[in-house]
């Protein structure tokens, strides 16, 4: 399976609304991530797939403006801005025709969703297990199933070189040079397509990676 374009990140070029392929990448990547954070707020699937529906109409009205430098912040800030902003918005919409049925609950949504610094916390953990698992997924995909074994068990795991060397047949070196050209290109990828880094403590567990399905 063929990486990302390395000569151009996927955030520069989704401007381009004809670039099929960086829209493609983009929606498999932040899709489950938006709808994952819908449900776990209290939405039911098909509202949470509408604020899909709306996030991504307004990444794209608005991703040509976004500059990823210091005073703006990164496109991780940015797109929880977009998030948050529609969420809002729809949970706005759904609190005046649920009234009087489910007021309450709508009030208490629309407070955790207001309260900025605590979801945008939630934001940032399930943003970078979303980049982590598509990234992941596309570098599992291209090398050896031992190349892979010798990472995760090394640097999600946390089990000793020797004992995976061991278990694996092969020698420690070899391990320790899996895990990190595997590491170094799965932060090439989320970079390319996030404009965020990884770093090894904030790996998700092997049993985390969900590689199907909506982020949790």
């Avoid at 770093?199 to 982020?215: C, I, K, S, W, Y």
Wanted: aromatic share 8%; glycine share 6%; proline share 4%.
């Amino acid at each position: 399976m063929m990486e990302p374009d390395t000569r151009e990140s996927l955030l520069a070029r989704l401007p381009d609304h004809a670039d099929t392929t960086a829209w493609q990448e983009f929606t498999q990547l932040y899709e489950p991530l938006i709808y994952g954070i819908a449900r776990r707020h209290g939405l039911q699937p098909s509202d949470a797939t509408d604020l899909v529906q709306d996030v991504l109409l307004a990444v794209a009205q608005s991703v040509d403006k976004f500059q990823p430098d210091e005073r703006r912040g990164r496109f991780r800030s940015w797109l929880f801005r977009v998030a948050r902003n529609q969420s809002l918005n729809r949970l706005r919409q759904l609190r005046g025709h649920a009234q009087p049925v489910g007021g309450t609950e709508s009030l208490q949504r629309l407070s955790e969703i207001e309260s900025a610094s605590s979801t945008e916390q939630e934001f940032t953990v399930a943003f970078r297990r979303c980049a982590f698992r598509w990234a992941a997924r596309r570098v599992r995909d291209a090398i050896s199933p031992v190349t892979w074994e010798a990472f995760s068990r090394t640097a999600i795991d946390c089990q000793s070189p020797s004992s995976v060397a061991s278990d694996l047949g092969i020698d420690v070196g070899a391990v320790y040079l899996a895990r990190s050209r595997v590491m170094g290109r799965l932060k090439r990828i989320v970079q390319e397509v996030s404009g965020d880094m990884i770093e090894v403590d904030e790996l998700p567990e092997t049993q985390d990676l969900a590689f199907g399905g909506n982020a949790s």
